[in-house]
Nanobody, 124 residues
Framework: QVQLVESGGGLVQAGGSLRLSCTAS????????MGWFRQAPGKERESVAA???????YYADSVKGRFTISRDNALRTLFLQMNSLKPEDTAVYHC??????????????????WGQGTQVTVSS
């Protein structure tokens, strides 16, 4: 079992940047397939970016070219660098982990472990 804790959210103006972190207890993040999801009020949770155990990365079309997912195994941390933020990026962002091989963007049900989320608000 792994516990995930996100940080780095906040309020930023459109065009700005934020870097989210997700720190895992126990094993290194490379032991899991990892993903970043977001959920805006009244909307379903959607996959934003994902990283397979072997390091392949995947992005939703809406964030491609603006967001970058990465990991630091020594820090047991998954990152989401978010640039050129837009008001429509406003949501609670969650990281998720699965001990199974997960390739591509996945549904929330494919992940067993979740962090509590961090709020990202982008003002226009």
């Amino acid at each position: 079992q792994v516990q995930l804790v996100e940080s780095g959210g906040g309020l930023v103006q459109a065009g700005g940047s934020l870097r989210l972190s997700c720190t895992a207890s126990g094993r290194t993040v490379s032991s899991y397939s990892m993903g970043w999801f977001r959920q805006a009020p009244g909307k379903e949770r959607e996959s934003v970016a994902a990283m397979a155990k072997i390091g392949n990365t995947y992005y939703a079309d809406s964030v491609k070219g603006r967001f970058t997912i990465s990991r630091d195994n020594a820090l047991r941390t998954l990152f989401l660098q978010m640039n050129s933020l837009k008001p429509e990026d406003t949501a609670v962002y969650h990281c998720a982990a699965s001990p199974n091989i997960r390739l591509g963007l996945r549904r929330p049900d494919d992940y067993a472990y979740w962090g509590q989320g961090t709020q990202v608000t982008v003002s226009s």
